[in-house]
């Protein structure tokens, strides 16, 4: 059997390793000329990791990565905590890591390299697929065309495999922007925090955490704004104009934006988006963020990816038809997907609260559970870092 994966991000590269681990003959086909990821970071959680436990991969992430101690909950302002909650590794069946991006990227694409060294092809940009009973053919933008069994569409959030299936679909501007910007710690007054900290504030938060073994600080900032941004990390910002939206913060936050290299600082605007009926049609599948495009405020959107590809594969390999295994595959990831998408939508409320009394109501049961029942709020985290989608005892 032959997979054509669309797109070399986290899911396509991950659903590439799955798929060769299973046997199955893999091309990705990318439409970038080479494989950056933007400089940011992004949160490894436990369930992705198990993942990367089954593929032998996890001591390359990890070595790349850092690993927070606790995931926090803060006042933005003041910096008042909310809940501190140490990372349980054994509760959760594997370790909670932060790494770059390009780290990420680097280390899924190296894998593939050396286990298939022609699975990768760069300046491959998909225009459009066919299907038959037999197979699926793709051309590229240069023509030139190429055939497999299966194909899968891991071309993120403006996918054009979903459009084809599916047709075109209208995000919604939620009214809120992300500022994102990596920073050395050494520039830092106050240094490291070696915890993964979501701040909250009226009408935006942040989320603060170290990267590459510490030698670097992610930040996130999200503000409700009426004028819709685009989507993607291209957009520039002005520095000022971050430092105006959390001025008055804690002094970590606003010590982290002096000290932000102005061409380092982008924005993206945050759109949301209705689940898809479906993600399969006959012989392609959706994957990631082309299949269950999410808000970030759980920071699981390409943990899901990763899930995706481990049951896609897995179905592939025990199932003898491809549209079954695609169904099946469905059928047992999209529930999950969907619930995720419903809680990182929720979640904008539950950061943004701009009354004091709503933030009373949210943050202060929040505040008794970390101090006095903290097993209420890692109950509450089960659900997404102790599942395991490869099916090993936590
Ligand atoms: C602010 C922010 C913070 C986030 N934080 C986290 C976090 O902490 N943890 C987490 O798990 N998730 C997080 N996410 C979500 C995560 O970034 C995405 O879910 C994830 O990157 C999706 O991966 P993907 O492989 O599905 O898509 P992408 O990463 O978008 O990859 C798609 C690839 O397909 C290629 N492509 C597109 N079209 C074509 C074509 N026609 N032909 C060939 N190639 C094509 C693209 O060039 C790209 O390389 C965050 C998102 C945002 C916006």
């Known amino acids: 059997m032959k997979a054509l994966v669309v797109g070399a991000g986290i899911g396509g590269l991950t659903a590439a390793l799955c798929l060769l681990q299973r046997g199955i003959d893999v091309q990705v086909l990318e439409k970038a000329s080479i494989l950056g990821e933007v400089g940011a970071g992004i949160q490894l959680p436990p369930n ?18 850092f690993t927070p101690n606790a995931v926090e909950a803060r006042n933005g302002e003041d910096g008042r905590k909310i809940f501190t909650i140490p990372i349980d590794s054994k509760r959760w069946g594997a370790p909670y890591r932060t790494i770059h991006r390009a780290d990420y990227i680097d280390v899924l694409k190296d894998e593939l390299i050396r286990q298939s060294p022609n699975a990768l092809t760069l300046n491959a940009e998909v225009e459009s697929f066919t299907q038959s009973d037999r197979q699926v053919s793709v051309t590229l933008s240069d023509g030139t065309t190429r055939s497999g069994d299966i194909l899968i569409g891991a071309d993120g959030i403006k996918s054009n495999v979903r459009a084809t299936l599916f047709g075109a679909e ?18 830092l007054t106050a240094g490291i925090r070696t915890t993964s900290c979501a701040w909250f504030g009226r009408g935006k938060h942040a989320v603060t955490y170290p990267l590459r073994r510490g030698e670097l600080v992610n930040f996130v900032g999200v503000v409700e704004q009426d004028e819709p941004l685009s989507e993607g990390w291209r957009e520039r910002g002005e520095l000022r104009q971050a430092q105006a939206d959390f001025q008055g913060w804690h002094p970590y936050i606003t010590d ?22 479906n993600w399969t049609k006959g012989r392609v599948a959706l ?4 299949a269950h495009p999410m808000l970030p405020f759980m920071a699981q959107g390409a943990a899901m990816a990763v899930e995706d590809a481990w049951v896609l594969a897995e179905e592939l390999s025990r199932m003898n038809e491809v549209a079954a ?19 990182s939508r929720k979640n904008i409320k539950t950061f943004h609260q701009r009354k004091t009394l709503g933030q009373i109501a949210t943050y202060g049961p929040m505040w008794l559970a970390g101090s006095y029942a903290p097993s209420i709020i890692k109950r509450r985290l089960d659900r997404f870092y102790a599942y395991d989608v490869t099916g090993k005892p936590s």
């Open 48 to 65: 992705a990791m198990k993942v990367f436990n089954a593929l032998g991969v996890s001591d390359a992430l990890s070595a790349r990565a």
């Open 170 to 187: 209208a995000p919604r501007f939620t009214g809120n922007v992300a500022w994102r910007a990596v920073v050395p710690t050494a520039s």
């Open 256 to 277: 982290i934006l002096a000290n932000i290299a102005p061409e380092n600082l982008f924005r993206w605007g945050l759109y949301d988006r209705e689940t898809l009926p």
């Open 287 to 290: 994957l990631g963020d082309a």
């Open 325 to 343: 295994a695609l169904t099946a595959y469905q059928t047992r990831r999209k529930p999950r997907a969907d619930m995720v998408v419903a809680a």
